[in-house]
């Protein structure tokens, strides 16, 4: 099993900056995949940013591009998602996951594994 805690959540005005950390145990891999979704009330989660291909490729969703950074620290197990520009609709809470798929989309449906989420509220 895999446990996953998100931290650094929290609430800023628009244009400020978050960094998301998502610390991971347990069976681990360099081979998953791994990322940030996020969801807002009455929308579906959907993939913010993905690691896959051990590290080789990165995905980001279009309304991120520019603005979001995903990371890693393999020696520390942790993945981060730094947040610029943050812009009210960034507003949801967000999860990291990791998939035991090397070549993994950004469906939520890839995922097994889920932290519980930590809430980003930007207001304007």
């Known amino acids: 099993q895999v446990q996953l805690v998100e931290s650094g959540g929290g609430s800023v005005q628009a244009g400020g900056s978050l960094r998301l950390s998502c610390a991971a145990s347990?069976?681990?891999?360099?081979?998953?995949?791994i990322g940030w979704f996020r969801q807002a009330p009455g929308k579906e989660r959907e993939g913010v940013a993905i690691?896959?291909?051990?590290?080789?490729?990165?995905y980001y969703a279009d309304s991120v591009k520019g603005r979001f950074t995903i990371s890693q620290d393999k020696d520390k197990n942790t993945l981060y998602l730094q947040m610029n520009s943050l812009k009210p609709e960034d507003t949801a809470m967000y999860y990291c996951?990791?998939?035991?798929?090397?070549?993994?989309?950004?469906?939520?449906?890839?995922?097994?594994?889920w932290g519980k989420g930590t809430q980003v509220t930007v207001s304007s």
């Open positions: 347990g069976a681990t891999y360099s081979t998953d995949c």
């Open positions: 996951a990791r998939s035991r798929y090397y070549d993994c989309t950004a469906s939520a449906t890839d995922f097994a594994f």
């Open positions: 690691i896959g291909r051990g590290g080789s490729r990165t």
